[in-house]
T-cell receptor, first 115, second 116 residues
Framework: DGGITQSPKYLFRKEGQNVTLSCEQN?????MYWYRQDPGQGLRLIYY???????QKGDIAEGYSVSREKKESFPLTVTSAQKNPTAFYLC??????????????FGEGSWLTVV | KQEVTQIPAALSVPEGENLVLNCSFT??????LQWFRQDPGKGLTSLLL?????REQTSGRLNASLDKSSGRSTLYIAASQPGDSATYLC???????????????FGKGTLLTVNP
């Protein structure tokens, strides 16, 4: 089945560590996104990528990094510079297209907790 | 800056009731508005997408309307069921250039509980 796969589902990070969240899609979508969701908050955009080998900062990119070496993959690294990384992280993708009217699809999310 | 507000933040209804969830946005320059469902600890599932030129979309017991000029959208759920219990979020995709139209703005959601 086509979809977006995020792994791991649960991840614990020690202070000072970098961790990487995986996101893989087999929808053949050009655009991919990383969002962060905190309790009682809406989703906030971390990074997005319109096409392979290109990505742009979202609203809260500080302390995060990404790469887009393959169309189907968009990993997110949470670095030690991110002071409050405990959150639910969601990966998403859309088709490119006129008017950008296409539905956005989400993965099942990854929970990151700092211990 | 676009702001999206969802009222109420939480809603509890008895099974079988028809209900309306509200979403308002401050900037009418949008490509589309999308409604999602999120179950606890899960990702978002798209329910309905309304293009800026459309007034409404329907899928089964769900009907979403869009009034772009007033910055409002509603999600109508008919004959609610306990399985409809979830958080419902709306998001708008802005018109713009330079990649800004990739930046969806989400509301904080309405937590719906349908009691048997």
């Amino acid at each position: 089945d086509g979809g977006i796969t995020q792994s791991p589902k649960y991840l614990f990070r020690k202070e000072g560590q970098n961790v990487t969240l995986s996101c893989e899609q087999n929808l053949n979508h050009d655009a991919m996104y990383w969002y962060r969701q905190d309790p009682g908050q809406g989703l906030r955009l971390i990074y997005y990528s319109q096409i392979v080998n290109d990505f742009q900062k979202g609203d809260i990119a500080e302390g995060y990094s990404v790469s887009r070496e393959k169309k189907e993959s968009f990993p997110l690294t949470v670095t030690s510079a991110q002071k409050n990384p405990t959150a639910f992280y969601l990966c998403a993708s859309t088709e490119q297209g006129p008017g950008l009217g296409n539905t956005i699809y989400f993965g099942e999310g990854s929970w990151l907790t700092v211990v | 800056k676009q702001e999206v507000t969802q009222i109420p933040a939480a809603l509890s209804v008895p099974e079988g009731e028809n209900l309306v969830l509200n979403c308002s946005f401050t900037d009418s320059a949008i490509y589309n508005l999308q409604w999602f469902r999120q179950d606890p600890g899960k990702g978002l599932t798209s329910l309905l997408l309304i293009q800026s030129s459309q007034r409404e979309q329907t899928s089964g017991r769900l009907n979403a309307s869009l009034d772009k000029s007033s910055g409002r959208s509603t999600l109508y759920i008919a004959a609610s069921q306990p399985g409809d219990s979830a958080t419902y979020l709306c998001a708008v995709r802005p018109r713009g250039s330079g990649g800004s139209n990739y930046k969806l703005t989400f509301g904080k959601g309405t937590l719906l509980t349908v009691n048997p």
